[in-house]
């Protein structure tokens, strides 16, 4: 099996890695470091949240639609995955299913006044 710079290393180092690419806006980097993370550990909710931030940074909507779904169909209050929801499927023009998941959003931030 050969190993790329991309997968080399513990899952420690690949973290550091894909958070130096996500820091330097290189988004396809850490995507690529991230998915292979996301694919080792599939339980762990911060890898699947970076990996879909930088899939919604590099205008890969649909794949950062899906990593956001997976966190909030397990974890239904985690607020910052419903409110990146809501805003991908903004940017995807679907602004009538981005709403409840903006409104539960501000609900769990505690901003009633967007509801």
Do not use: C, N
Not at 76 to 85: D, F, G, K, N
Request: glycine content about 4%.
């Amino acid at each position: 099996m050969e190993t790329t710079y991309y997968d080399h290393g513990t899952q420690a180092e690949r973290w550091e890695r894909a958070r130096m690419f996500f820091d330097a806006k290189d988004y396809a980097a850490a995507a690529r470091v991230l998915d292979g993370l996301v694919e080792e550990e599939p339980e762990q909710t911060a890898p699947r949240l970076l990996l879909a931030r930088a899939y919604y940074h590099s205008a890969q909507l649909r794949r950062a639609e899906a990593e956001l779904r997976v966190v909030v169909e397990r974890d239904p209050v985690e607020h910052y995955a419903r409110l990146m929801l809501g805003r991908t499927l903004q940017r995807q023009g679907r602004q009538e299913e981005a709403e409840p998941h903006l409104r539960i959003a501000s609900a769990l931030a505690g901003d009633f006044d967007q509801i």
